[in-house]
C-alpha cells in the first residue's frame, strides 16, 4: 500500500512538472511568434528623424510633426533593423529617407547589395548613383524587358515586399501596400530570386561573354 501511494505521488509530480514544462514551451513559442505586417500607404507627412536618431535628446527644427509613426516611419524602422546584410531589389528608388537609411546601413559594416532596373536609375532624383559612390555594391538589371520587382530582404530572414517603390510620389501620393514577414516559406523564393538576377548581371560574367562574342566573331 505504502508503495502504491509513493507511486501515485511520484506520478502526480511528474505530471505536475510536465505540466509545467509544457506551459512554458507554448509561452516560449508565442514570444517567437513569426512576424506579419501589412502597411498601406501613402503615408501621413510626418518628420522621422527619431528612427535615425532614437536616443538622441535633440529635437529637430523642421515644420513637420514629430514623433509621429506612420507607414514609412514603420518600414524605415523594419529596414534599420539590419544587423548583418540588406539586400534591395527596386524598379526605381529616389527617396532620400530610404536612400538614408540604406547609407547608415552601409556605414555600419552592413553587407549591402542592390539591384535596380537600368532605364531608371539614372532618372533625375535616382539614389542610386550615391548608394555607389558611397561604396554600395549596385548592379543594374539590363534585359529587354523591365525589372519591375519592389523587394528587401533583411539578414536573410525577413522579407519586405508589395506595390511600393521607394520613391517620394509613391510613400506620399500613391495607394501602395507592403508586405512584412518572416515566413521563411516566403522569404527564401525572394533571396533565390534575388541571387538569380544578381548572378545575371554580373559586369565580370558580361564583360567575358562579350569577349567570348567578340573571339567568336574575329574568327
Not at 73 to 86: E, K, N, P, V
Not at 93 to 99: A, E, I, K, V, Y
Not at 194 to 209: S, V
Request: positive net charge; contains cysteine.
Amino acid at each position: 500500500m505504502m508503495v502504491t501511494m509513493k507511486v501515485v505521488g511520484l506520478g502526480i509530480v511528474a505530471l505536475t512538472v510536465s505540466l509545467e514544462l509544457f506551459g512554458w514551451f507554448l509561452s516560449r513559442l508565442r514570444s517567437r511568434r513569426t512576424l506579419n505586417e501589412v502597411l498601406f500607404f501613402p503615408s501621413k507627412v510626418a518628420c522621422v528623424e527619431h528612427t535615425f536618431t532614437p536616443n538622441s535628446h535633440h529635437s529637430c527644427c523642421c515644420s513637420l510633426p514629430h514623433s509621429v509613426e506612420t507607414s514609412l516611419s514603420h518600414l524605415l524602422r523594419r529596414i534599420l533593423s539590419a544587423s548583418t546584410s540588406l539586400d534591395v531589389c527596386l524598379f526605381s528608388f529616389s527617396n532620400m529617407d530610404l536612400s538614408r537609411a540604406v547609407l547608415l546601413l552601409h556605414s555600419k559594416g552592413v553587407s549591402i547589395r542592390v539591384i535596380s532596373d537600368k532605364d531608371y536609375s539614372a532618372i533625375t532624383g535616382s539614389q542610386i548613383g550615391i548608394l555607389r559612390k558611397a561604396g554600395i555594391s549596385v548592379r543594374c538589371d539590363g534585359s529587354s524587358v523591365h525589372m519591375h520587382h519592389k523587394f528587401a530582404v533583411v539578414d536573410s530572414r525577413l522579407l519586405i515586399t508589395g506595390s511600393l517603390n521607394w520613391t517620394l510620389t509613391a510613400v506620399q501620393n500613391n495607394k501602395e501596400n507592403v508586405l512584412i514577414t518572416e515566413e521563411p516559406d516566403l522569404v527564401k523564393p525572394f533571396i533565390q530570386e534575388f541571387q538569380r538576377i544578381w548572378l545575371l548581371n554580373d559586369p565580370a560574367q558580361n564583360y567575358q561573354n562579350i569577349k567570348l562574342i567578340s573571339t567568336v566573331q574575329e574568327a
